[in-house]
């Protein structure tokens, strides 16, 4: 089995880099007005506040890429989904701010056939040509652009 760790670039960072300190501002300033100890405010701000951080860091550290000789694992923090490679149509490079399983705008855009349409899997391993030369490897009638 390939492991791919993910393509990380400063978009993604800066924006996760925000919401963890704009969380940590609100709770400073409630820490100084004693918000955080003398109301209910603070114990909602923290029950809300603490997931997010901990899911930012579990979506940084926890993302990364798999491939054996049937099937394609991504891994982006909770969430753990396989894609049998029989299904994967094209695969393309291209820089894109969709949603998908990856921490760079450099993406791989997978097509995977479902049921009658394709649906595109978004990831961005570090090393596209590793991953598309391991992909061609296992399916050459794959049709690979950009990479």
């Known amino acids: 089995m390939r492991y791919y760790p993910p393509k990380r670039d400063w978009f993604v960072a800066g924006n ?16 100084a007005t004693d918000a955080l ?3 209910v405010e603070g114990g909602i701000f923290l029950l809300a506040a603490l997931p997010v951080v901990v899911l930012l860091g579990w979506l ?4 990364h890429y798999r491939m054996d000789s049937k099937t394609l694992y991504v891994r982006c923090g909770p969430i753990n989904k396989a894609f049998p490679l029989a299904a ?12 998908g399983y ?3 705008l450099y993406r791989l855009h997978i ?3 479902s049921h009658r349409a394709v649906d595109e899997l978004i990831i961005a391993p570090a090393d596209f040509k590793r991953f598309a030369d391991d992909l ?3 399916r050459p009638d794959v049709v690979i652009e950009g990479v």
């Open 37 to 39: 100890t003398a109301g």
């Open 111 to 113: 097509g995977i056939q």
């Open 60 to 63: 940084w550290f926890g993302t």
């Open 88 to 99: 994967i149509r094209y695969v393309k490079a291209g820089r894109s701010i969709q949603g």
């Open 136 to 138: 061609r490897r296992l």
């Open 16 to 31: 996760f880099l925000f919401a963890i300190v704009l969380l940590f501002g609100i709770f400073v300033h409630l820490y």
């Open 102 to 104: 990856a921490l760079s």
